[in-house]
């Protein structure tokens, strides 16, 4: 919106001597770091109203994880206010709002996964936390009916993306391609030719049914993966803030370009047109989560529940789809598939051997803790462990 009114009468801002210092709202890199402060400010400052609300509606979680050591290790965290999610995503949504050019259709359609990522989980998180209290009706969604919706809407944010570029640009040019580009480690996405960056004649542009495919289990896979690691006090807040930092600054790589200098180029990354406003979206991300940890941190306040951790999940694989980034995301949020992948393992040796167990519980941050670490150090270790991974894969951009 403030992007907008600058934008609407930029000729006047830049007449005028009292009004020309609001001609930065049209860099996006002072809209991203203005969308952090905002967003953490919109949280704490909300935080405290909404976490007595949450207490008032009695909307706490007495969560079973199958082992009464766990149960044990995890009981002072009984009847703690969940739905804490409702802070972060208001916080994004108002600052994308404010901020980020809602002109961009990449906005818009992470506008679209926030909304509704978040409205599955609020339904879910609602009916499991108020079942006590109802004598009839649903105690949560059934595991096929969240994944369910959350596979229907990947599949259609996945169809407009796939589709847009084809209306943007003249069908068939470099952006086009870049837009569908399989982007991995050792493929190229551009060469120099005679001193010019130029298209990388070994480009792998995927088929759009492919494309939506990868899409749908990017997104669906990322949103399950925060939530399985939004166990413990400020773990997947605070992974959450490094992760989506470094996509912030892989939006602006993806989408940076003035007069003739594209810096996806020199990066030898895709270039994805207008992609960089969606470094707004990850900055109020950034902001929000930071916020959301004032609260969050141990001991905790608020838990984010599904609310907060299906829309953030479901954002990260948003953003990283667009800018052709999926592997990066995987290598930055290792912590998150690193949990994800424990939990599939721990299932399927269950089955299979019928009983046996790889890991102590799972998910795996719940391994350590029973192997005697302390719910502090096994957050902060998995921050660290994250910060490292973020620095490796930005360190790594460029090769290929």
């Not at 979680?61 to 208001?90: C, Q, Y």
């Amino acid at each position: 919106m403030l992007y907008y009114l600058t934008d609407l009468f930029r000729d006047t801002i830049h007449a005028s001597e009292w009004l020309g210092a609001l001609g930065v709202f049209q860099w996006v890199e002072f809209r991203a770091v203005l969308a952090i402060i905002l967003s953490f400010t919109i949280v704490v400052v909300s935080g405290k109203r909404t976490i007595g609300w949450l207490v008032m509606k009695k909307v706490g979680d007495n969560p079973d994880f199958g082992r009464a050591d766990v149960n044990e290790l995890m009981k002072a965290k009984s009847n703690t206010p969940t739905m804490g999610g409702i802070m972060i995503a208001g916080a994004i949504f108002l600052t994308t709002l404010l901020l980020a050019d809602l002109s961009s259709f990449y906005v818009r359609m992470a506008m679209v996964c926030l909304v509704g990522f978040f409205l599955i989980g609020l339904v879910d998180d609602w009916l499991k936390l108020t079942a006590a209290r109802r004598s009839t009706g649903r105690q949560g969604l059934h595991s096929w009916e969240k994944m369910l919706f959350q596979i229907a809407l990947s599949v259609l944010l996945g169809f407009f993306v796939v589709n847009h570029p084809e209306r943007m640009f003249v069908t068939g040019s470099e952006f086009t391609d870049m837009a569908r580009a399989l982007n991995i480690p050792g493929l190229k996405t551009w060469v120099k030719d005679a001193g010019e960056f130029v298209q990388s004649p070994g480009l792998i542009v995927l088929p759009p049914a492919l494309f939506v495919l990868i899409a749908v289990l990017v997104m669906v896979f990322s949103s399950n993966a925060v939530n399985l690691t939004d166990g413990m006090d400020g773990l997947a807040s605070g992974i959450m803030v490094i992760v989506a930092f470094a996509m912030l600054v892989l939006c602006l790589i993806a989408g940076y370009a003035h007069e003739d200098f594209v810096l996806a180029k020199y990066l030898l990354v895709p270039h994805i047109p207008l992609s960089d406003e969606l470094a707004v979206v990850a900055a109020s991300m950034v902001g929000a989560c930071l916020g959301f940890l004032w609260f969050n941190c141990n001991p905790a306040q608020v838990f984010m529940g599904d609310t907060g951790s299906l829309p953030l999940g479901g954002l990260l694989g948003f953003i990283a789809v667009v800018i052709r980034q999926e592997f990066l995301l995987f290598v930055i949020g290792g912590v998150f598939v690193m949990e994800a992948v424990s939990v599939m393992l721990q299932v399927a040796y269950f089955k299979i051997t019928k009983g046996r167990r790889i890991f102590k519980c799972a998910p795996i941050h719940h391994h350590f803790h029973l192997e005697g670490w302390t719910e502090q150090q096994v957050v902060i270790r998995f921050w660290l462990i994250t910060v490292l991974l973020a620095a490796i894969a930005l360190a790594t951009v460029k090769i290929r």
